[in-house]
């Protein structure tokens, strides 16, 4: 639509990036699909290719204000550096002729006591993640999957798949949302034992000193009616269990917009108007509707941040794609005149989030330098000759997070050792996707990062970090000779 677009978010936050397999995606079909995250780093390669800016991984928007240039009303949106729980202050701005939020949702907790204790250690909501952590000491460990959607079902197949001992399967209810076939299918596996109608209500662990428990020995749980425990049910039992993954669905992540004026309703969904300004409009002067309006004018928004009923990737997109032409009419029709240092009328649009990205990063980023190669990496043998040059090589994308964890973990060893900086090669043009297929090719590993140390592929964003996390990253490192 020739409209200059700034894309703020990690590209790997959402579930989809935890999504093994996308089987109800129209054209995205087969075995070898990439998944939930292949599906985003496609989505992602198309929009980059056709103008869309990204703003650096480690940046959130934290809120969004409606401010005025020149008369013109235009969305101010501030963005901090850091996660969503360790935010530091508004650290950028940018400014938007109009805004799609597409912000998402975020899992659901139990909120029972010790949770926040156990959470990342013995509790999870990602099987794609942390599954592989029970399926060591030959498959000896039991894991509940709490939840009745389709999620609860990928996860158990995933644990299955990676060989998990025992599955414990508890749902609030006797009837499932999840898709009857594959709950069908889940009954036959023989590893999973299913508890249901049963709730979680504690978690138990071992208090060490009167500290809360950092490991989870097991569930109790207790019989349910109409989704709660069952009052008359005068018993509960302790299944034995190393982990627990929450898949019990997610709440619309709309916190961030609770200062900016935006409707939104008591489940924190946002409120869609389809025709929010009415101001001005009579028979001869209709105004368009927009099925994708907020309550704030130029303010759209796409996905569960706005929807609990539909939730699939398909009609999150569907939504995308309303509200981006939404956005374009809103422009069209109705949207500001600016002529602030902000816009740049008669130049190439796409400069202006060219512009407010290089701001940011400017700002704010230390950013990854990527270096030129000499020869064409889109061969084996350019290739080859690169990863035998230098001693840590990463292949990598700048709007990446799973590449900048990646650099985290190799970098976190830079003070004591006096490691030296990985060579890194950034693959976020129209020619990275033909490096990409020959990486495939040579290491069977198309995603970003690729990480080769002394000439191996090593891996990707969580194998390197597990890789730090375990001792063994500094002693290859030692041995490819990046420290001393
Ligand atoms: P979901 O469909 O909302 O299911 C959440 C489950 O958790 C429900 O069974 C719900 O029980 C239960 N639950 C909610 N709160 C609970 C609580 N406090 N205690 C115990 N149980 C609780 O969520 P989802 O499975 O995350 O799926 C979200 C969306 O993504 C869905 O549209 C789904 O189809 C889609 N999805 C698609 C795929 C795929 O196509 N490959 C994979 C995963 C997810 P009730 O049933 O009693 O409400």
Redo the contacts with the bound molecule.
């Keep these: 639509m020739g409209m200059s677009v700034l894309v703020v978010g990690s590209p790997s936050a959402g579930s989809l990036s935890g ?1 093994e ?4 995606f129209p054209s995205f079909f087969g075995s070898n699909n990439g998944g939930g995250q292949g599906w985003i780093d496609a989505s992602l390669e198309q929009a980059s290719f056709y103008g869309a800016e990204f703003a650096p991984p480690l940046f959130m928007a934290t809120g969004i204000f409606k401010t005025t240039v020149e008369q013109n009303a235009l969305i101010e949106v501030h963005l901090s550096a850091g996660t969503s729980t360790e935010l530091s202050a508004p650290e950028s701005r940018v400014l938007g002729k109009s805004l799609i939020v597409a912000s998402g949702s975020v899992p ?1 907790k ?1 909120d029972l006591p010790h949770e926040a204790s156990l959470w990342g250690r013995s509790l999870h909501n990602c099987a794609l993640c942390d599954g592989d952590a029970y399926a060591h000491d030959g498959s000896k460990k039991s894991v509940a999957v ?7 079902v ?1 996860a158990i197949f995933l644990l299955h798949k990676l060989g998990v001992g025992v599955i414990h399967w508890i ?3 006797e009837e ?3 898709n009857q076939i594959e709950v069908g299918k889940v009954r036959q596996l023989s590893n999973v034992e299913i508890w249901a109608p049963f ?1 979680v209500v504690e978690w138990v662990g071992a208090m060490k000193d009167n500290t809360a428990p950092l490991e989870l020995e097991g569930i109790r749980i207790a019989g349910a009616r109409n ?1 709660q425990a069952d009052a008359d049910a005068t018993s509960s039992l302790v299944i034995p269990c190393d982990g627990a993954f929450l ?4 709440t619309p992540n709309s916190e961030w917009l609770a200062a900016s004026g935006l409707e939104i309703d008591p489940i924190s969904k946002l409120i869609l108007r389809l025709t929010p300004f009415s101001e001005g409009t009579n028979i001869n002067n209709p105004i368009p509707t927009f099925s994708t309006s907020t309550s704030i004018q130029g303010v759209f928004a796409a996905g569960e941040v706005a929807d609990d009923t ?3 990737a398909l009609t999150a997109s569907s939504e995308g794609a309303k509200a981006a032409i939404d956005a374009q009419r809103y422009l069209r029709f109705m949207g500001p005149e600016v002529t602030s240092q902000h816009s740049s009328p008669g130049k190439d649009k796409r400069n202006d989030a060219k512009q407010q990205r290089q701001m940011i990063e400017h700002n704010h980023l230390e950013q990854v330098v990527a270096r030129p190669v000499d020869c064409d990496l889109t061969t084996s043998d350019c290739i080859k000759h690169v990863i035998s040059t230098y001693p840590v090589v990463v292949f990598s994308k700048y709007f990446c997070p799973h590449c900048r964890r990646a650099l985290e973990a190799l970098r976190s060893f830079s003070e004591r050792t006096g490691f030296t900086e990985p060579f890194v090669i950034d693959l976020a043009t129209v020619d990275g996707m033909k490096t990409q297929e020959q990486l495939a090719t040579m290491t069977g590993r198309r995603t970003v990062p690729n990480v080769f140390v002394g000439g191996n592929s090593i891996g990707g964003g969580d194998e390197t970090v597990h890789l730090q996390k375990v001792g063994t990253l500094e002693e290859l490192l030692r041995k490819a000779g990046a420290i001393l």
């Design positions: 999504t397999r996308l089987d109800n659901r139990l709490i939840g009745g959607g389709n999620a609860a990928e749902h609030r209810r499932y949302r999840a709730v989704g898949m019990i669905g997610s539909y939730r699939q």
